[in-house]
Every structure is written in structure tokens, then in C-alpha cells.
């Protein structure tokens, strides 16, 4: 299985940055996909990007421009890069793992509190 640990999040002014790190480790040799999701207090889990093993990105329309993600892949490693943070990114930011392409299995982390705050 997939094991995905995130780190970085924590409490910032708006208009600040963070850098979101995520770790997958288990019984893998490649990933297909990863990817960061995050859910706000009251409401559903949404889609942040995915990146998928050819690099290709797919940004929600309300980061793009102000959030960049990137993997290694020699280090299983997945980063979420926020610039210019605003309240209405607030939430629980969790790391997702894509293994197979046939029938792929999905896993996440437990996920990373990001607090935009005055």
C-alpha cells in the first residue's frame, strides 16, 4: 500500500506564502498520479491540482496563477508551492496518491492545516 505524511502547513497573513511537502513510502516502485485536495470547514473536499506522470497539471480555477505544484519522483515527493494566500484558502490540505492505471487504487494522507488569517 501507499503511505502519504504532509508537512508545512500552518497559520499565515493573507497575501503570504507556504510550501506544502508530502512524503508517500510503501510497497511501490511508481506512482501514476499525485496530487493535494483540500477541505474547508462545512464543506466538501475539492480538487487543488493533480499532477500526473508525465507532468501534465490540473489546477482548480480558483489557484491557478498563485499555486504551483511539482514532484520527485526519486524521492517519492510531491510539493505545493501557495503564493498570495487569501482567507478563502483556509482548510485541511491532504495529499492523494494514484497507484495503477488499469484498476488504480487511491490513497491520502491525514492531511495539514493551512489557516489564513489576519
Known amino acids: 500500500q501507499v503511505h502519504l505524511v504532509e508537512s508545512g502547513g500552518g497559520v499565515v497573513q493573507p497575501g503570504g506564502s507556504l510550501r506544502l511537502s508530502c512524503a508517500a513510502s510503501?510497497?511501490?516502485?511508481?506512482?501514476?498520479?499525485m496530487g493535494w485536495y483540500r477541505q474547508a470547514p462545512g464543506k466538501q473536499r475539492e480538487l487543488v491540482v493533480t499532477?500526473?506522470?508525465?507532468?501534465?497539471?490540473n489546477y482548480a480555477a480558483s489557484v491557478r496563477g498563485r499555486f504551483t505544484i511539482s514532484r520527485d519522483n526519486a524521492k517519492n515527493m510531491v510539493y505545493l508551492q501557495m503564493n498570495n494566500l487569501n482567507p478563502e484558502d483556509t482548510a485541511v490540505y491532504y495529499c492523494?496518491?494514484?497507484?495503477?492505471?488499469?484498476?488504480?487504487?487511491?490513497?491520502w494522507g491525514p492531511g495539514t492545516q493551512v489557516t489564513v488569517s489576519s
Open positions: 492523494n496518491a494514484k497507484l495503477g492505471l488499469f484498476r488504480p487504487q487511491y490513497f
Open positions: 510503501g510497497s511501490f516502485s511508481y506512482l501514476n498520479g
Open positions: 499532477i500526473s506522470d508525465d507532468d501534465t497539471t
